[in-house]
C-alpha cells in the first residue's frame, strides 16, 4: 500500500527561529513529491520535486528529495507569522491519477 | 480567471439526509478529484474521475457517489450511508495525459458539510 508519513505533525516555533519539515514515503512506482501550503481552505502548491539532490527554492523556503532514502524535507527559514499553516506533502505514482497525501503538518508561528 | 469553483461553502444537513457538493471548473482539465479533510488526517481520496463518463473509486468511496456527464462538472453525492459525514470537502482537478503532467492538483476552496 502507498503510504506517505510527515513529522512532526505538530510545530510551535517563534518568528525567526528556522523549521524543517519531514516527508517519507513508500510507493510503488515513484514519479513526483508535492509540497502544498493550506492556510485555511485551498491547499496551495509550492514544489514538485522529480530529481535527487536538487533543490528548489521559493524565497525562504527550500525543499530537497532524496530518492534513494525515500525522503524530502521542506526548510523554512527565518519564519513569520504568515508561514502558519498546514503543510502538506503528496507523492504522485506513475500509472495512476491519484496523489497519496501525508496527514500534514501544522506549523504555528509565534510573533 | 481560470479556476475550480466549489459550491455551497458551508451546508448544514440533517441527518439521513442526501445532499450533493458541486464542483466546476473551466481549466479544460481532463481529471477531476474529491477529498476529504478531517482534523489531523490530512487528505484522503473519495472518487477520481479522468475522462468524462468514468469514474474510480478511492480510499473512502463508501457512501458517496459521482458523476461526471460533463469535462467541467464532477458533484459529490453524500448519501445517508456515510456513517461520519461531516468534515471539510475539497475538489481538486489535473492535466492527466498531457504534457507537462507533473502530478500537480489545483484545488477548489472547499465545503464544509455538517451533519446535526
Known amino acids: 500500500e502507498d503510504k506517505v508519513v510527515q513529522s512532526p505533525l505538530s510545530l510551535v516555533v517563534h518568528e525567526g527561529d528556522t523549521v524543517t519539515l519531514n516527508c517519507s514515503y513508500e510507493?510503488?512506482?515513484?514519479?513526483?513529491l508535492l509540497w502544498y501550503k493550506q492556510e485555511k481552505k485551498a491547499p496551495t502548491f509550492l514544489f514538485m520535486l522529480?530529481?535527487?539532490?536538487i533543490e528548489k527554492k521559493s524565497g525562504r523556503l527550500s525543499s530537497i528529495l532524496d530518492k534513494k532514502e525515500l525522503f524530502s524535507i521542506l526548510n523554512i527559514t527565518a519564519t513569520q507569522t504568515g508561514d502558519s499553516a498546514i503543510y502538506l506533502c503528496?507523492?504522485?505514482?506513475?500509472?495512476?491519477?491519484?496523489?497519496?497525501f501525508g496527514k500534514g503538518t501544522k506549523l504555528t508561528v509565534n510573533p | 480567471d481560470g479556476g475550480i469553483t466549489q459550491s455551497p461553502k458551508y451546508l448544514f444537513r440533517k441527518e439521513g439526509q442526501n445532499v450533493t457538493l458541486s464542483c466546476e471548473q473551466n481549466?479544460?482539465?481532463?481529471?477531476m478529484y474529491w477529498y476529504r479533510q478531517d482534523p489531523g488526517q490530512g487528505l484522503r481520496l473519495i472518487y477520481y474521475?479522468?475522462?468524462?463518463?468514468?469514474?474510480q473509486k478511492g480510499d473512502i468511496a463508501e457512501g458517496y457517489s459521482v458523476s461526471r456527464e460533463k469535462k467541467e462538472s464532477f458533484p459529490l453525492t453524500v448519501t445517508s450511508a456515510q456513517k461520519n459525514p461531516t468534515a471539510f470537502y475539497l475538489c481538486?482537478?489535473?492535466?492527466?495525459?498531457?504534457?507537462?503532467?507533473?502530478?500537480?492538483?489545483?484545488f477548489g476552496e472547499g465545503s464544509r458539510l455538517t451533519v446535526l
Open positions: 510507493v510503488t512506482n515513484f514519479r513526483s
Open positions: 481549466l479544460n482539465h481532463d481529471a
Open positions: 503528496a507523492v504522485s505514482v506513475r500509472g495512476s491519477e491519484k496523489l497519496v
Open positions: 481538486a482537478s489535473s492535466m492527466y495525459g498531457r504534457a507537462p503532467n507533473t502530478g500537480e492538483l489545483f
Open positions: 474521475s479522468q475522462i468524462v463518463n468514468d469514474f
Open positions: 522529480t530529481s535527487s539532490g
